[in-house]
């Protein structure tokens, strides 16, 4: 079958000769044979009944990625055939999300639900030509009369009403005149059937519910196998594909559109994504937004797209994973989170400017530094990138420096401050500790120390070497800032692990939020989702709804250590 008018000379983009797998295989010969006229035309259908997740990327990512390499079109369907679990929150929600990740439908946004009229003629033309009709079982009795894997099913005793009678009902169950589950229409295809869902499959089903997007025009919604087939047929998609799970139901989706003699889309599935140390089903992850184990839907522990975003992932981080992970036809191995991060930080290592933070700060006193001077040194922006340039960061006598980075009696392997020790403050000097100063508790209030004025900038005249440098910031020139330090959302690598509970396995400390952290002056008024790399502790994004000018917060993005690369090294 071949669609016609559109144009067969077009140009294959150098892409697509670059990238290679079994879909573009599969596209390449349909271009060669002339099925499709050489026209791709791919769409991403979700059902918005919840927010987008790392799985849906890959499937954006290879939709939109598919058509642009062909030099072909997608489109953004809503799969909204159900009325009740559907919302306008989500709607808007894909949609910024797929902009954010940067792919562009242009003028094609579609809803199935504005297709209700053209599929209550599909399904009146099939009960015209005797292969669909109008059941009275009820729901529990279908599913018994269809048998097992094993056993064969059993007619239904209605499946034999004239044409006249099921047009009728039809039109009656149309108009509202039966109850919720009292009538349903079904396709008569072979209750004997290897492939259970070829056993008379349900079309339609009654529902007096009122739809998010259309209103209140209908009682009776399609069944998603009948309207995903015609939905790709009604917008000429050529290539429908689709997760793995929907295989079997391929037979059903070609009998819908051969019965109906429509424009044939090739349904091709590959295997989904599953990452580790996460769930990815919608209704889970509303398990978890509604039991209040996350914040919301863009918690930054959610592998929803927006909770990544807000954690600060970048677009192009998570394009180049979908490219890296590529597309299998069957499901391989479950794929390691440290993959996503490790493309995270090969990206924000290029574009994120590195600052000073302190999170646990304890004040350091430079004894032999005059009162009141303030000087400042010139630090590199980005030493990855040389167009970054450099900013000024004030110094003074009393600095800020980590509380993890000053031992008493520290062990032989520990290089950074201690009494009588010397380490270099980042950019400025190399400080020599001289006295500690506890609180009755016992607790460090105050170290002090002396610098050495012919150190400045980080070196000596007499080549003295130092093993530890420590960030700081001044202390009359910090900014206060809130940190929010992020662990794994499940402890385990298969939350799900033997047919455990998610809830079980998630992880209670997965949340850290550091409130006396203290920040270098340039970050006071950080923008919303500006990114960067906070020296020695990692990356961090400034949190989209809670930063406010003058009081940053910040989020961790993703810690330095990059396990990824280290087990490639392996
Ligand atoms: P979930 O079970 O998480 O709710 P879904 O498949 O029901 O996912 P849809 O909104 O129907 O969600 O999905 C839209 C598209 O995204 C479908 O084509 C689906 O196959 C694809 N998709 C969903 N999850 C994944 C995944 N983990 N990996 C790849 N593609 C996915
Ligand atoms: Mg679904």
Redesign the pocket.
């Known amino acids: 079958m071949s669609d016609t008018g559109t144009d067969s000379t077009k140009e294959i983009s150098e892409e697509a000769h670059e990238r290679s797998d079994f879909i573009r295989e599969i596209i390449k010969e349909h271009n060669a044979s002339g099925r499709f006229d050489g026209r791709v035309h791919t769409r ?4 918005p ?2 927010y987008l ?1 790392i ?2 990327a ?2 954006i990512c290879l939709n939109f990625g598919i058509a642009a390499d062909f030099g072909g079109k997608t489109n953004l369907r809503f ?1 909204d055939t159900n009325p009740l679990k559907e919302e306008r929150e989500y709607i808007e929600a894909i949609k910024r999300d797929v902009v954010w990740l940067g792919f562009d439908w242009e003028d094609r946004l579609y809803h199935a639900s504005e297709y209700f009229d053209q599929f209550y003629d599909f399904a009146v033309q099939l009960i015209t030509d005797g292969k669909a009709y109008v059941d009275d079982l009820s729901a529990e009795e279908i599913r018994q009369y269809r048998g097992t894997l094993k056993a064969p099913g059993k007619e239904s005793p209605h499946r034999n009403r004239s044409v006249e009678d099921n047009l009728d009902l039809f039109e009656r169950m149309r108009n509202g005149e039966f109850g919720d589950g009292e009538k349903v229409l079904r396709a008569k295809i072979d209750m004997a059937s290897g492939n259970i869902n070829m056993r008379d499959p349900t079309i339609y089903r009654i529902k007096h519910a009122p739809h998010p997007h259309i209103g209140d025009k209908w009682c009776i919604y399609p069944m998603y196998d009948f309207a995903h087939c015609l939905s790709d047929s009604l917008e000429r998609i050529t290539h429908s ?3 793995l799970e929907f295989e079997d139901h391929r037979p059903l989706y070609d009998w819908y559109l051969d019965q109906l003699g429509v424009f044939h889309s090739q349904q091709i599935e590959f295997a ?3 990452l580790n140390y996460t769930i ?4 889970k992850l509303l398990a978890l937004v509604k039991e209040g184990s996350v914040s919301g839907w863009d918690d930054p522990r959610m592998p929803t797209i927006m909770g990544l975003r807000r954690r600060g992932f970048t677009p192009e981080s998570i394009r180049d994973f979908c490219d890296r992970i590529g597309v299998a036809k069957r499901m391989d191995s479950v794929v390691d989170i440290a993959l996503l991060e490790h493309c995270l930080r090969e990206d924000l290592n290029k574009r994120a400017p590195r600052v000073m933070a302190v999170l646990n700060p304890v004040k350091l006193v430079i004894d032999n530094y005059p009162e009141g001077q303030v000087e400042e040194f010139d630090a590199d922006n980005n030493p990855e990138d040389d167009s970054a340039g450099t900013r000024k960061i004030p110094f003074t006598r009393e600095v800020y420096i980590e509380r993890d980075d000053f031992m008493e009696d520290p062990p032989k392997k520990f290089f950074r401050l201690a009494p009588g020790r010397e380490v270099r403050l980042k950019h400025a000097y190399y400080v020599t500790c001289t006295d500690v100063v506890q609180d009755d508790a016992g607790e460090i209030v105050e170290l002090h120390c002396t610098y050495d004025p012919e150190s400045r900038g980080g070196g000596t005249p007499d080549g003295r070497r130092v093993k530890g440098t420590l960030q700081w910031v001044s202390v009359p020139h910090a900014v206060d800032a809130e940190v929010r330090l992020f662990d794994r959302l499940f402890n385990k690598p298969d939350p799900e692990e033997k047919g455990e509970d998610f809830r079980a396995n998630l992880n209670p400390e997965s949340l850290v939020t550091m409130t006396h952290c203290k920040v270098e002056p340039s970050l006071a008024n950080a923008e919303p989702e500006s990114r960067y790399q906070f020296l020695r502790h990692g990356y961090f994004c400034a949190d989209m709804r809670d930063t406010k000018p003058g009081q940053p917060v910040f989020n961790r993005t993703v810690s330095l250590r990059d396990t990824w690369a280290k087990m490639q090294k392996k």
């Not at 991403?44 to 059902?47: A, I, S, T, V, Y």
């Open positions: 991403f259908p979700p059902e009944n919840g997740h799985g849906h890959k499937s799969d594909i689709c997760t989904r994504l599953e990815m089903s919608k209704r």
